[in-house]
């Protein structure tokens, strides 16, 4: 049988410049997912869950900083929230990448600290991050925890949250006082490690209080179900980085939890079908956060944010 001839120089040509396209376009694309990376964005989003005649509250929601020493541009990007004067705080965990980031975080929070603020925890401040796939953030999660990692100085976070006045929520309920509002929340430690105790915070939420929070670092249905049956007006959480890496317009492809893709980031209804108004229903808010894994330094169509959620009353115009 006679053998097939070789490809002539045209088609050897074609072949080369296919390839050398394709290579040129991954390293653009790479290259566009590190800027995007470090484009911090502030984001505005109103909500109308607190009673009406009530004058609008702001809150400066912070998520998944994964802050490494050296990052100087975050660091300065973070200092400048302080300009915002919110009127309360919450952080949703993951502010770390390196042993040495606590200092430096409370350095950059600076004035922050000083607001009322509410914090839960996430698996990456209590564990080193590891090198792993950039790319594996558009898969499912694969349920496997790394935590046969170091140790992140984690009690030294909380300390300095809680010397601060910053009220810890890790599986647990307070009352917070913020201006003339009596604020009831409900936190729970990281539902990516299995760490969330919701029987500690089961219960209707308190009815006598002006609004009811719950707050959670991943935003696994289990929590927000129980958080929504339980009467809480909104759930704050993080964790999915807006999915991190997207497809063009933001249309994410995972979350890393159980929460479908579409409810990534932003403002939704939980469950997700539901209204205002109905019994066992919340709103939802999901921050796409402020960093990455220090091994994983890139998005795509999903720009690093802190969001300032001003709360209005239903009737505010």
């Known amino acids: 049988m006679p053998l097939a001839p070789l490809p002539g120089r045209g088609a050897a040509r074609a072949l080369g410049t296919t390839i050398a396209t394709g290579a040129l376009a991954g390293v653009g694309l790479t290259a566009y997912a590190a800027w995007e990376a470090r484009q911090y964005t502030l984001r505005r989003v109103t909500v109308p869950v607190l009673p009406a005649g009530a004058d609008p ?19 300065d990007w973070l200092s400048s929230l302080a300009l915002l004067r919110p009127d309360l705080v919450i952080n949703t965990g993951d502010n770390l990448a390196h042993q040495g980031s606590v200092p430096v975080l409370h350095d950059a929070l600076g004035p922050l600290l000083d ?75 990281d539902p990516h490690l299995s760490y969330d105790d919701l029987p500690a915070v089961a219960g209707p939420a308190d009815g006598s209080a002006d609004l009811r929070l719950g707050v959670a670092h991943a ?54 079908a539901s209204r205002p108004g109905d019994p066992g229903s919340s709103w939802l808010h999901v921050s796409a956060g402020l960093g990455t894994s220090p091994y994983a330094r890139i998005r795509v169509a999903c720009r690093p944010e802190a969001t300032l959620l001003t709360l209005v009353g239903a009737d505010y115009r």
């Open 219 to 272: 935003p696994y249905l289990r929590v927000l179900d129980a958080f929504a049956r339980d009467g809480y007006d909104a759930i704050i959480a993080g964790h999915t980085h807006g999915g991190q890496v997207c497809l063009p317009g933001g249309r994410a492809l995972t979350t890393n939890c159980d929460l479908e893709p579409a409810r990534a980031r932003g403002l939704h209804r939980h469950p997700a």
């Open 57 to 75: 509250l702001r809150v400066l929601h912070l998520s998944d900083i994964h802050l490494v020493p050296s990052q100087r541009r975050k660091i």
């Open 115 to 189: 607001v009322p603020g509410v914090f839960v925890l996430g698996s990456n401040d209590y564990f080193a991050p590891r090198a792993r796939n950039p790319f594996r953030y558009v898969l499912p999660d694969d349920g496997k925890r790394h935590t046969n990692v170091p140790q992140l100085p984690w009690r030294d976070l909380v300390a300095g949250f809680s010397a601060a006045g910053w009220t810890d929520l890790t599986n647990r309920r307070a009352t917070v006082k913020v201006g003339d509002l009596s604020l009831a929340f409900a936190g729970v430690d």
